[in-house]
């Protein structure tokens, strides 16, 4: 990456904008090695779907325990720093605050308005409903730096209160990367921002994942950078403009179609860590690859049998995006599970890390498109 911050120097700050990302621990591992998993799966079940089911005015999410990867941004003068999951499932940026007394915040970095000069308060209040509880707060403006350079006038939330979930999260915070029409109160997304003052020398932003490693992974925005791909960017037209949401053609393994048949919608979303999709499909797909569903709604396969089980392919607008057993099952020391999550009745899917790990993505807002390639 030497070379890259090189060719940065060289070049219009606005072509250089990039976050390294970070892949932390989930909180699932945290969980597991403090041998507390079992009761948190009861009390805090996941619900994939959730951030996907709109409310007016307010912006779901949910609980998903399997994140892992973070970027650091700052707000506020002088800057204070803060770890965020960059979403492109949610469209607003949000961080714990020195109003909030939730355990959740006491665990986290802290936004502290008082100790910023360029901190404008607001009356305005947002709140973001979970599957277990609520994150509230205040919305308020101040100077954001991301990938070192600086977003003006930025619209964030203060969290006042956290659902008790989030405590095992490793990020502190949420900077959403989908659309306007679903910020919560309306506040301007900060890649609207970006567009608007001039940052970027192109409207979109890409991000590589990588999986060997805690680093090297990546957002950049306003740029392509072909060290991470080979061949061709295929590009796909976005069936709405809220999410990042595409249509697919099927899902098929052996050259048979175990789901979406027919064709469905799938939204291309940082923000969630597995593949997930409607439930019979989910449970057919998982019987394909051999995974069998325990008590807690995981899908677990037996680690000596990976290297034997088959690939699984994701047609999507004509284009074969093939996935091998190795990119879709997890191993740790507590098992092996199917990257294939229940999404539940909703008949949407969710194309997530699992999915973005092998195809290098870019978000282009100036033509309402998703490119995909293979990771180099």
Avoid at 268 to 276: E, I, K, Q, W
Avoid at 299 to 321: H, K
Wanted: proline share 5%; charged share 15%; glycine share 10%.
């Amino acid at each position: 990456m030497k070379w890259a911050v090189a060719f940065c120097a060289l070049v219009a700050f606005s072509e250089c904008l990039r976050v390294p990302l970070i892949k932390g621990k989930t909180a699932r591992e945290t969980l597991q090695e403090k041998g507390l998993w079992e009761e948190y799966r009861k009390k805090h079940p996941y619900n994939p779907m959730a951030k996907f089911q709109q409310q007016k005015g307010a912006e779901s999410m949910t609980n998903d325990a399997d994140l892992s990867y973070y970027g650091v941004i700052s707000l506020g003068t002088p800057p204070q720093s803060f770890k965020v999951v960059f979403d492109t499932g949610s469209s607003n940026l949000w961080v714990p605050s020195t109003y909030c007394n939730s355990p959740s915040c006491n665990d986290h970095h802290k936004f502290n308005p008082e100790s910023s000069s360029t901190f404008q308060p607001t009356v305005q209040s947002f709140q973001i409903p979970y599957g277990t509880g609520y994150l509230t707060g205040i919305l308020g403006y101040d100077t954001l730096q991301v990938g070192g350079k600086k977003v003006i006038n930025q619209i964030f939330g203060l969290s006042e209160s956290e659902a008790p979930f989030m405590e095992q999260m490793a990020a502190d915070g949420i900077l959403g990367l989908a659309f306007p029409s679903i910020s919560s109160a309306g506040a301007t997304p900060v890649f609207d921002n970006m567009m608007s003052q001039g940052l970027l020398s192109k409207d979109l932003f890409s991000v590589y994942l990588s999986d060997h490693g805690q680093v090297g992974s990546m957002v950049l925005f306003g740029e392509i950078e072909q060290q991470y791909y080979s061949g061709n960017i295929h590009w796909i037209p976005l069936t709405s403009q809220t999410y990042w949401k595409i249509k697919m053609d099927s899902v098929t393994i052996d050259g048979n179609i175990v789901a979406c048949a027919g064709g469905c919608q799938a939204i291309v979303d940082t923000g969630t860590s597995l593949v997930v999709g409607p439930t019979n499909d989910i449970y057919n797909m998982n019987a394909w690859v051999g995974a069998s569903t325990n008590q807690n709604g995981d899908a677990t396969v037996p680690c000596s049998n990976v290297q034997n089980m088959p690939e699984v392919t994701f047609n999507i607008d004509g284009q074969p995006y093939t996935i091998p057993a190795s990119a879709y099952v997890s191993q740790t020391s507590y098992g092996c599970m199917s990257g294939f999550g229940n999404g539940g009745s909703q008949q949407l899917w969710i194309l997530g890390d699992v999915f973005i790990r092998q195809f290098y993505t870019v978000f282009d807002r100036q033509y309402n498109m998703v490119g995909l390639a293979s990771i180099a």
